[in-house]
């Protein structure tokens, strides 16, 4: 039962552009959304996060914006820099099973030049 | 200040071996989750540990079972191992039980064969 969905496997955009990245979720308890940055060979490493009382967070050159109403979320960089180049991972976690992260399959992010 | 660390990096067992995988979270976290990741999956929640108890688990069979020490690091452990459980295994650190954002170890590579 996969509740948290990244449909996009790869992604491929040019230096110095945007990268959207999108994730859905099906469970409404879902309070708290997270994204994860994986290079190879190295676990995730947390990236931004937005609580579903918000609908914007940004983080320099991050940005995660949450549509509640269609259980909807994504995450821009603006601009893209090679060394974003990674797997994303999309993350839902319910405020009943604080600490169960729910884990997206992942975006393969590839920046070039 | 030591990320989370996890040994060993690689293993490969027989199917119906045992393994013991170890974890040893961020300085000054106290909490400890487990994930399992297939190829081209997200991770999956196993379980987490707070104050030596298991305090959530996934959808994992009882071969799973997992201990914290007083030092806060932490075993995983596979009975009976399957093929099916090739993987790599994620270990996370929080501070506390609602501490929503985890810090990830490199992981452990396990190869049934």
């Known amino acids: 039962d996969q509740q948290v969905k990244q449909n996009s496997p790869s992604l491929s955009v040019q230096e110095g552009r945007i990268s959207i990245l999108n994730c859905d979720y099906t469970n409404s308890m879902f309070d708290y959304f997270l994204w994860y940055k994986k290079y190879p060979a190295e676990g995730p490493t947390f990236l931004i996060s937005i609580s579903s009382i918000k609908d914007k967070n940004e983080d320099g050159r991050f940005t995660v914006f949450l549509n509640k109403s269609a259980k909807h979320l994504s995450l821009h960089i603006v601009p893209s820099q090679p060394g974003d180049s990674a797997v994303y991972f999309c993350a839902a976690s319910a405020s009943d099973s604080w600490g169960k992260l729910q884990f997206g399959a992942g975006t393969q992010v590839v920046v070039t030049p | 200040d030591a990320g989370v660390t996890q040994s060993p990096t690689h293993l490969i067992k027989t199917r119906g071996q045992q393994v013991t995988l170890r974890c040893s979270p961020k300085?000054?976290?106290?909490?400890v989750s487990w994930y399992q990741q297939a190829l081209g999956q997200g991770p999956q929640f196993i379980f987490q540990y707070y104050e030596e108890e298991e305090r959530q688990r996934g959808n994992f069979p009882d071969r799973f079972s997992g201990h914290q020490f007083p030092n806060y690091s932490s075993e995983l452990n596979v009975n009976a191992l399957l093929l099916g459980d090739s993987a790599l295994y994620l270990c996370?650190?929080?501070?506390?039980?609602?501490?929503?954002?985890?810090?990830f170890g490199p992981g452990t590579r396990l190869t049934v064969t």
């Open positions: 996370a650190s929080s501070a506390g039980l609602v501490d929503y954002e985890q810090y």
């Open positions: 300085s000054g976290h106290d909490t």
